[in-house]
């Protein structure tokens, strides 16, 4: 079965740092691009960007750009999502999904869990 | 920036709701493929329609989708309970100045 697992919760103070995961299961990691998703409490949406595991290419939203960092460790198989400083609107659940090879302009499955980060002082 | 999306329709079991996404001519216009999403309240995201029409092994076939110029739909013929849930288009986007991909802005159905 593939799928992908998220860390735990998170609460932060702002200022602080985070690195949050993503761990891939049941196929090859190398082959399939992470994306990471924002959704702010009770908000809809938002693609962050994504990353190619195999030659650690990435692409980040403008919106984000700058504020957080994507990276993979193909050894074990998992994608992470950092902030050097976190905000207090930062706070959002944040999902990985994986996006198919399938087709150009594929949709993501599956999709993490959530990790839930709060910020707050 | 987003797809445009209703924020909420309601329908009784049975019935039939249509979501609509507009887009522009640098996503859907453009021909891009629009993918669906259904979040079931206090999960995560689940794909449900992809490539404009086609259905993953184990969605229902009241689940459908179409695709005309700068638009799309997602279709829910006979209404069921475990129905209600936030719905959410997605699309690839050539602008240059935005995101490579751009959601929905979402729509809450609600069964009455």
């Known amino acids: 079965e593939v799928q992908l697992v998220q860390s735990g919760a998170e609460v932060r103070k702002p200022g602080e740092s985070l690195r949050i995961s993503c761990k891939g299961s049941g196929y090859s990691f190398s082959n399939y691009w992470i994306t990471w998703v924002r959704q702010m409490p009770g908000k809809g949406l938002e693609w962050m960007g994504r990353?190619?595991?195999?030659?650690?290419?990435?692409n980040y939203s403008p919106s984000f750009q700058g504020h957080v960092t994507f990276s993979v460790d193909k050894s074990i198989s998992t994608a992470f999502l950092q902030w050097n400083s976190l905000r207090a609107s930062d706070t959002a659940i944040y999902y990985c999904a994986r996006q198919t090879t399938l087709a150009t302009y594929g949709w993501v499955d599956p999709w993490g869990q959530g990790t839930l980060v709060t910020v707050s002082s | 920036s987003a797809l445009t999306q209703p924020p909420s329709l309601s329908g009784a079991p049975g019935q039939r709701v249509t979501i609509s996404c507009t887009g522009s001519s640098s996503n859907i216009g453009a021909g891009f493929p629009v993918h669906w999403y259904q979040q079931l309240p206090g999960t995560a995201p689940k794909l449900l329609i992809y490539g404009d029409a086609n259905r993953p092994s184990g969605v229902p076939a009241r689940f459908s989708g179409s695709k005309s110029g700068t638009s799309a739909s997602l279709a829910i013929s006979e209404l069921q309970a475990e129905d209600e849930a936030d719905y959410y288009c997605?699309?690839?986007?050539?602008?240059?100045?935005?995101?490579?991909?751009?959601f929905g802005t979402g729509t809450k159905v609600t069964v009455l």
């Open positions: 997605q699309s690839y986007d050539s602008s240059l100045s935005g995101a490579l991909y751009v």
């Open positions: 990353i190619d595991p195999s030659e650690s290419y990435i």
